[in-house]
């Protein structure tokens, strides 16, 4: 070996020219040739090198091993940097890089390093700081990602280690969070779908006595009247009578017809006819009118008022607010309820006297004619008067709703005069020929001193002259049954008719007695 410059004798290195005695510096490597032709354009970094930068070294495309692989690096000399290191032997060529980094050269009296084992492989820690540098387009096998190298070593395990503790605990902790709110959700019910539950079928038909059967069998006999006149038009109701199409409702429900109006019935199926006057009277508060063109019809079957007793269930049909075929039910809340309805004209000619059940079974304006049935479907009474919150009682012409109190003619007496008006066109009243004193404010109904027309008060060979009564008597009972004003008295003797005969109590005089009357009859209201 020279001393002096640290090569053998007789030794030069691999693509280098003879090294001039006592000169340290290296020659340079021959340049090896480009892979193609020379750019015509002289454009870096295959042409000539310009003006402005010098030229790159080729570089040689070579295969990128997979992560972990042993890297056999090239031949001595297949490329060297573009400026030699100063003062040292070149050490072998690694892989090219995108970036090359300087390599520690070897001490000056050490031979040249030899090229590394095949079974070596490439530390980490040398490894290009650019992860883009070892992709290699022209690599064999799949894509490598780029950047990927093996780890020797550090503590990436105990993280991951640590990183999988933490993923395992985190996922016990949230099973059990979520084990309690499904838990509390399941119990609470909250969430999810809802199906509400119902029942399976029902009973294939109803008791003919509950409040479906009545109406089921009572439905089809009533029908709702619309009534239009001169003045005014209003819904009532009404129902059959019989097969010649005869409907029994009030008086109150077909006045604005009486003078060349118009009435069409409408029955429960939706068949409607127009209706006739058959007759009317205010004073009971009663008509009848009659239909033609229908066949099959159903007529209702009449009950027995006087055996009505309080607190027996009943159900009203009508119209209420031109709400066709409405059932409501209720209870008899009282019997032989005096009242009186009407009385907008000033001889009082259209007051009504009714000696009427009570009901608390909901009645509005229209479901004046209407039938009250018993618990086998038996009219027991019409429906004809409310007592409103504001407005006392009156007939259903108003707009008052129901507060349950609701009256009803009874159907005894109904039946008489239904019965005369079909016959006869009119109906008869029962009297008992005096004049009474409407004004008078003391208890009891009190017989006027004269007529309206100037005459007597006490009608010439009538019932009560019969009887003996005078002007100025007070009478204070029938049948036993107090009264209290002349309204009552009217109402009691309404109550039944022409023929019967009545006990009266009188007082004259400071002195009470009783006498007998037998009804007569009158023929206006």
Sequence with gaps: MDEGNGVPQGAEPAGAGPIPDGDFELAKPERPSPLHEPDPYSTPPYGEPGPWAPAPPVQHPVATPAQGTVMTPPAVGAAVPPEPAP??????????????????????????????????????????????????????????????????????????????????????????????????????????????????GGPAGRAPDSVAGIAARALPSVVTLH????????????????????????????????????????????????ATVVGRDSGYDLAVVQVSGVHGLT?????????????????????????????????ISAKER?????????????????????????????????????????????????????????????????????????????????????????????????????????????????APDGGPAVVKGGPAERAGLRAGDLITEVDGEPVHTGAELIIRIRAHQPGDRLRLTVERGGTEREVSVVLGTADQN
Aim: avoid cysteine.
């Design 87 to 200: 003062l040292t032997a070149p050490a072998p060529l690694t892989a090219p890089t995108a970036s090359i980094t300087p390599i520690t050269p070897a001490p000056p009296t050490m031979p040249a390093a030899p090229p590394a084992p095949a079974s070596a492989s490439l530390p980490a820690r040398q490894l290009p700081a650019d992860p883009w540098g070892r992709y290699d387009p022209w690599a064999a096998g799949p894509l490598q990602r780029p950047g990927a190298v093996a780890v020797h070593g550090g503590r990436r395990p105990r993280r991951r280690r640590a990183a999988l503790g933490w993923t395992l605990a985190l996922a016990l902790v949230a099973a059990g969070v979520g084990g309690l709110v499904g838990g509390y959700v399941e119990r609470e019910g909250i969430g999810g779908e809802v199906t509400l539950p119902h029942a399976k």
């Design 227 to 274: 009534v239009a006149g001169t003045d005014e038009e209003g819904t009532g109701t009404g129902f059959v009578l019989d097969d010649r199409g005869h409907i029994l409702t009030n008086n109150h429900v077909v006045a604005p017809a009486a003078s060349g109006g118009k009435i069409s019935a409408t029955f429960s199926d939706g068949t409607s006819v127009k």
């Design 299 to 331: 007529p209702l079957t009449l009950g027995d008022s006087d055996d009505v007793r309080v607190g027996d269930p009943v159900v009203a049909i009508g119209a209420p607010f031109d709400l066709a075929n409405t059932v409501t039910a209720g209870i």
């Design 338 to 450: 005096p009242i009186t309805a009407g009385g907008e004209k000033s001889d009082g000619s259209d007051v009504s006297y009714v000696d009427a059940l009570q009901t608390d079974a909901p009645i509005n304006p229209g479901n004046s004619g209407g039938p009250l049935l018993d618990s086998r479907a038996h009219v027991i009474g019409i429906n004809s008067a409310i007592r409103s919150a504001d407005s006392g009682s009156e007939t259903e012409s108003g707009q008052a709703g129901s507060i349950g109190l609701g009256f009803a003619i009874p159907v005894n007496q109904a039946k008489r005069v239904a019965e005369e008006l079909i016959n006869d066109g009119r109906a008869t009243h029962p009297v008992i020929g005096v004049d009474l004193d409407m004004g008078y404010s003391g208890d009891g109904a009190r017989v006027d001193s004269r």
